[in-house]
């Protein structure tokens, strides 16, 4: 279950994870339930690339992203100011951020997660070294680092870099797995990428260090994931675990924003509570609900 019940999924900032911030290309400030509060974004896709179509995305991919490289010096000119606002309190003060309290004035995280996949960019590595530097010029040593995945890139030698650059700052990898079987799969994150190579991917990394596995769990024009597809998924933890991966845990969400598809909609809160239930059961591993 949400083990952040005085963040109110009401408050603007909650409903509303726009990455756009003031004139900012790089950063953006949410309210995020999973991460228990103010999370900075960074998004290293104002390009919006992305090697998933996920039916669940909230990204407008009809409106073209902003073209160019992703430039590390601007990323942390960015992040410095954003964190200035935060610490000064202007921030808090904006009507977006105002009923979230002293909630919106504690900075829990710094997140790569933005409109597309961030292990694509060609220096991810750079970019990791230009936020921790900022991490440390401004004094957020208790800060999480998190990289947001959907695992493709995890095998690329400059993203291990960046990783590796992580681990020393308090960083984790999130790693998102949506479906037990190849044709699920395909029908909910819409890519070319193999299954398999996710797999190989989150179990190249979970080897290394503890990662935690994100899940979006929904309806498909009406119908919860099958049964035997959430068997497959459990299959799919086991096999990670087998393999020698170690998973910190499971946050399994539902829909929480519109949907570029109608028939992909939210889960209850009981049917999502149901399916982590199961979950803990064949695979004995901590399952966070986020409804």
């Known amino acids: 279950m949400d ?12 409903r ?40 669940y995305c909230e990204v407008d991919r009809r409106t073209p992203g902003k073209r160019g490289a992703v430039d590390p010096a601007r990323l942390g000119e960015e992040l410095t100011l954003l964190v200035r606002s935060v610490r000064e309190g202007a921030l808090a003060n904006t009507t977006k951020f105002r009923e979230a309290g002293e ?3 504690v900075i829990r995280d710094i997140a790569f ?15 990791v070294e230009v936020v921790v530097a900022v991490k440390q010029q401004e004094g957020l040593t208790e800060a999480k680092l998190v990289l947001i995945t959907n695992a493709t890139g ?22 998102k797995l949506d479906a ?9 994150n819409r890519s070319r990428v193999p299954l398999d190579r996710i797999l190989e991917n989150l179990l190249l990394t979970a080897r290394v260090r503890p990662i935690i596995i994100q899940s979006l ?12 597809e959430v068997e497959a998924y459990c299959d799919r933890l086991e096999g990670l675990m087998a393999g020698g991966g170690q998973i910190r845990e499971v946050h399994a969400y539902t829909v929480a924003r519109p949907t570029p598809e109608p028939w992909a909609t939210a889960l209850t809160a009981d ?14 591993l901590a399952v966070r609900t986020f409804a």
């Open 113 to 127: 997660s933005g409109d597309g996949e961030p292990t694509m960019v060609p220096n991810f590595a750079a970019c």
């Open 154 to 175: 995890l095998d690329r030698p400059d993203v291990q870099r960046g990783i590796e650059w992580m681990a020393q700052h308090r960083g984790e990898v999130w790693g």
């Open 217 to 228: 769990f929904f309806r498909m024009a009406g119908s919860g994931m099958p049964p035997a």
């Open 180 to 188: 037990g079987t190849e044709d699920y799969y395909r029908r909910v």
């Open 16 to 55: 509303d994870h726009s990455r756009a911030h003031e004139a900012f290309t790089y950063v953006y400030p949410v309210i995020s339930r999973r991460s228990g509060g103010l999370s900075l974004g960074v998004n290293l896709n104002p390009n919006k690339r992305c090697n998933f179509d996920c039916v």
């Open 271 to 284: 049917e999502l509570e149901a399916l982590a239930a199961r979950i803990r059961v064949r695979t004995g």
């Open 3 to 14: 083990m952040n019940p005085a963040i109110n999924r009401a408050w603007h900032a909650v």
């Open 103 to 105: 909630t919106a004035r």
